[in-house]
């Protein structure tokens, strides 16, 4: 098998389960870099795409877009790694680096040819996988390699925010919808040292959300205890992908408060302006983060010993994964670990 071989696992039709899939890469790019896959979270977007929910999958596809592993080819023009090297790729992996968000340090909004993990691009279900060196994020090396995936999509997902809205420890967040992204979201906010309240539609999560920092625990379908919570909120992140009373949860922001939506709705968002308007508030939104954001977030969950909650399944039995993502009962991200 030549150099320019990668065997994964891939999806050949929408909604299909994924088989063993040998294809050529071509020639690695000077600006390049290929890692051989240790790790690789499993995530609902993942799902979208092999499923074609957003109408953009090309098959064959190759999802996977949580990667950590090792370098073993560097581009002539990539700068600062070696060989050798632990790195984590997220949903991006290449970016024009002459845009002025790119020229800006916002290489995640680049309006050049841009290209995320698994869009048009092989991801890392598989036993290699390419990006430009930039976005190839180096793990600190008492950061856990088998658990620290799900920072690079989830993590910094809801981890940007906290740098965009400059929150500090003086601040009450609230997290709505404890899965995934929630999860990370309230051991970020701890360590962070804010105030936290997980709102949440299963109260038999309560101890569990306690346990992994949550101040208090709040049920997200009881009309009462939200109108309870009016004007505490600095900022509240919603993780969830459904309509939500959004009026509730503007009432329930302190002045200048904002909600910052990170799960998308499947309706567009209602709310009469004159929330916004008379407690200065704000709905915002953001995708995952920059280079130097990822880097960030790494170095300060190696720091302060954070990590994603997985459940580990070795990526051979990747469609018995898949199906238990399904289900709704993973606790609370799946990591697959390469096992070619």
Excluded at 191 to 219: P, Q, R, Y
Excluded at 288 to 307: C, M, N, V, Y
Aim: glycine share 10%; with cysteine.
């Amino acid at each position: 098998m030549s150099s320019n071989q990668i065997q994964s696992y891939a999806a050949l039709g929408a909604k299909q389960e994924l088989e063993p899939h040998t294809f050529d890469a071509g020639e690695l790019q000077p600006h390049q870099i290929e890692i051989k896959v240790e790790y690789c979270g499993l995530c609902h977007s993942d799902i979208s795409m092999i499923d074609n929910d957003w109408g953009i999958s090309q098959y064959p596809l190759v999802a996977g877009h949580e990667v950590i592993g090792t370098i073993i080819r560097l581009g002539s023009e990539a700068k600062g790694l070696k060989l050798g090297q632990r790195v984590g790729i997220g949903w991006t992996a290449e970016s024009c680096q002459a845009c002025d968000y790119c020229i800006g340090g916002q290489q995640v909004l680049c309006t050049g040819e841009s290209k995320a993990t698994i869009v048009g691009h092989a991801g890392g279900f598989a036993d290699k996988i390419r990006a430009g060196w930039q976005w190839a994020i180096p793990l600190p090396d008492d950061l856990d390699p088998e658990s620290a995936g799900p920072l690079l999509c989830g993590g910094i997902t809801v981890f940007d925010p906290l740098l965009k809205h400059q929150i500090q420890a003086r601040h009450h967040v609230g997290v709505i919808g404890i899965g995934g992204l929630g999860h990370m979201a309230i051991k970020l906010l701890k360590a962070w040292g804010c105030e936290i309240t997980a709102f949440s539609s299963s109260l038999n999560k309560t101890e569990e959300l306690k346990a992994m920092g949550a101040d208090h625990v709040v049920n997200s379908r009881d009309s009462a205890a939200l109108k309870a919570e009016q004007g505490k909120f600095d900022l509240i992140l919603s993780t969830v992908n459904v309509t939500l009373d959004w009026a509730a949860y503007l009432n329930a922001l302190a002045p200048n408060g904002t909600i910052h939506v990170l799960g998308i709705p499947l309706e567009p968002i209602a709310t009469p302006a004159s929330l916004l308007v008379g407690g200065a508030k704000a709905i915002t939104g953001s995708p995952t983060g920059s280079p130097e954001a990822l880097r960030t977030l790494l170095k300060f969950a190696a720091r302060k010993k954070i990590a994603p909650q997985i459940e580990l399944f070795p990526m051979s039995q990747i469609n018995d994964a898949i199906a238990h993502l399904h289900s709704g009962n993973v606790r609370y991200r799946v990591v697959l670990k390469a096992d070619f």
